[in-house]
Each structure stands twice: as structure tokens, then as C-alpha cells.
């Protein structure tokens, strides 16, 4: 047997999977990683804020890699449509996700996803964490946030407010103001906040709300009113836009992204993902095109697979409870 096992070493095959059983297979094969061009499946529409960061982070990467990662926009069901496409990607490290809180929120909301939130992920990294801007299209009558929320109230059944899909993070948003308020809105879903951003400079949506990634830009450039931010503190690029509290009616929401790979993704993969990653968010010129749009990096400590997958276990478990309180009841994906 052991005679065996030496003459099958000695040939060329035999000899590389006489490595691969002695556990040498997998850290081999990962130096070449990657060889071709990386996907990474965006689950909202171009121009987005998903869509942005991912552009931003992707060209980044890619050049740490040595190959190009290439975005690919899977839109549909509040960002449930993309991230069933990785579930079902080869676990190589060759597809990956952008996705925010949404993916956490998403069991909560949705009865027939097709895979188990908890475990389909591996996840490869934080990335970026900010506020949302609650925002009207210019015609509409308030001016500042406090009117915003009062004129809201009062005509809740008249102002239509745009999302991204059930669990997005503009839905989420919107599910927000609507329980501050105690009023009830028409809602308009969109495949993303980015045409439902060109909607709301065209003026079709009375109200959004976005992430500051995105809404920021319409704001300087006066496309669009910013009644409020849902942080605690303003945000240093609109220094004039009131917190929500500040505005008479408290709405907190943090949103973050994370990169991920599907589930049984090899360690080594994962590992030379999350350095490409780290490589991006060290990067100053990166770190100015986040402040220029509102968002942070997140600290150093939390740039590890680990603390990724810490804080999405949360962050599953806090949203399951929080929308159950809500009278969210899960709905079937389409
Ligand atoms: C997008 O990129 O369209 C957004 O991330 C959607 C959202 O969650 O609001």
C-alpha cells in the first residue's frame, strides 16, 4: 500500500494530488487566484449607491488582483434577485456581491428566498457605512425638514414616495418616516435608487429617500431638497441639512455595505479577496471619494472576514426582531 502510494507520487498527476491529500492542494492552486476576470453582481440598478460604490471599490480591486472585476447590475425583488444569483455561482472566488442591510433584513420580509440568509454567505469584507438623506423634488412646498415632516403628515395620502423594493434600504427608509409620522404613503418601487433618483429630479416621485452616496450630488448641484439626514449628526458635506431630530421627527438609519462570496468559497480566495479589499479602504484617494458623498470606511478593527460575518449575524437576528415589531409581515419574492 505504502509502495503504492510512493509510485503514484512519482508520476507527474500523481504527484499533484499526493499534494492535494497532503494538504497542500488548495494553497497552491489559491497564488494563482484569480486567473480571469471577477463578476461582482450588483442587486440594484446602475447609477445607484450600490452601483457607485461597487464601481468605485471594483477598479480598485481589480488593479490589486491583477484582473479585471467586472460589475454586473442583477436588479429585481429589493436586491433578493442578485443575491440569489451568488447562492447559486461556483464557490470560486470568481463571483461576488455588493449588498447592504438589506441582505440581512431580507428573511424578515421574504417567505421564499431559496437559500438560508445565515449560512449561503461567506462574507469577504465591510466596506462603507453612512447615513440617508430624506429628499423632495424641488416643486414640492416645504422648504425645510420641520415643514417637510408636517406637510407630510398632513398629506400622507397625496405625496408619493419611491423605493427600491421591499426591504431595500429606501423602503426601509420609507417604513421609517411612515411609523414616526403614524401616516400611511403611496409607494413607488423601482428596480433601484438610481432611476428612482431620476425621478425625482424629473419631479414623477415627490419624495426619497437615499443613500448620501447618491443623494448628495443632486443636492449640491440643486436638483433635488434635502429635508434631512437620518445620522445623529449632520453630515460635514451638507452642513445645512438638519438631523432628522433636529427637524422634529428622530429617524436613525446607518446603512453598510459588504462584499461577499458564496458559501464554500475557499479560504485562501476569500483571504486575497478581503486584501484587495482592505488595499481599497486604505487608499486616501478612495477614502476622499467616500467623504466627497458622505460615506466612511468602516475602522480598521472591522476590516476582517470575521468581523464581517459578526456583524451580519447581528445585524439577521436584529432586523428579524425589528421588523416583526413593525408589523412586517414576509411577503413571497416574484
Ligand atoms: C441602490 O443601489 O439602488 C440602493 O442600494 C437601493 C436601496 O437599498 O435603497
Excluded at 212 to 233: F, H, N
Aim: aromatic letters at 6%.
Amino acid at each position: 500500500m505504502i509502495m503504492h502510494f510512493r509510485r503514484f507520487l512519482t508520476t507527474r498527476r500523481g504527484a499533484l494530488a499526493g499534494l492535494f491529500l497532503l494538504g497542500f492542494g488548495p494553497p497552491a492552486l489559491a497564488q494563482g487566484f484569480p486567473s480571469k476576470p471577477v463578476t461582482l453582481i450588483v442587486p440594484f440598478a446602475a447609477g445607484g449607491p450600490s452601483d457607485v460604490i461597487a464601481r468605485l471599490l471594483g477598479e480598485h480591486m481589480g488593479r490589486t488582483l491583477g484582473q479585471q472585476i467586472v460589475v454586473e447590475n442583477i436588479a429585481g425583488a429589493g436586491g433578493t434577485a442578485g443575491a440569489k444569483r451568488l447562492v447559486t455561482a461556483t464557490p470560486d472566488g470568481y463571483t461576488l456581491l455588493i449588498h447592504h442591510l438589506a441582505l440581512a433584513a431580507a428573511p424578515a420580509l421574504y417567505s421564499n428566498l431559496g437559500y438560508e440568509t445565515q449560512t449561503a454567505f461567506a462574507p469577504v469584507g465591510l466596506v462603507n457605512t453612512g447615513p440617508m438623506v430624506i429628499a423632495g423634488k424641488l416643486a414640492l412646498p416645504p422648504v425645510d425638514g420641520k415643514a417637510f415632516f408636517s406637510y407630510a403628515k398632513q398629506q400622507a395620502e397625496k405625496l408619493t414616495v419611491a423605493h427600491a423594493g421591499v426591504g431595500s434600504n429606501a423602503h426601509l427608509c420609507a417604513v421609517l418616516i411612515s411609523q414616526a409620522l403614524g401616516a400611511k404613503f403611496p409607494q413607488v418601487a423601482y428596480r433601484g435608487t438610481g432611476p428612482a433618483m431620476n425621478d425625482l429630479v424629473g419631479g414623477q416621485v415627490d419624495v426619497l429617500c437615499d443613500q448620501s452616496t447618491t443623494a448628495v450630488p443632486q443636492i449640491l448641484s440643486d436638483k433635488i431638497r434635502a429635508y434631512a439626514v437620518t445620522s445623529p449628526e449632520r453630515l460635514g458635506v451638507l452642513p445645512n441639512v438638519p438631523t432628522s431630530r433636529e427637524a422634529g421627527t428622530e429617524i436613525d438609519m446607518t446603512i453598510w455595505h459588504g462584499l461577499y462570496a458564496p458559501k464554500g468559497t475557499p479560504a485562501a480566495a476569500l483571504d486575497k479577496l478581503n486584501g484587495a479589499l482592505q488595499a481599497a479602504l486604505k487608499d486616501p484617494a478612495v477614502l476622499e471619494r467616500f467623504k466627497a458623498v458622505g460615506t466612511s470606511a468602516f475602522p480598521p478593527a472591522d476590516w476582517t472576514r470575521e468581523a464581517h460575518a459578526r456583524r451580519f449575524a447581528a445585524e439577521v437576528a436584529k432586523w428579524g426582531t425589528a421588523l416583526k415589531a413593525a408589523g412586517l409581515t414576509p411577503q413571497t419574492v416574484n
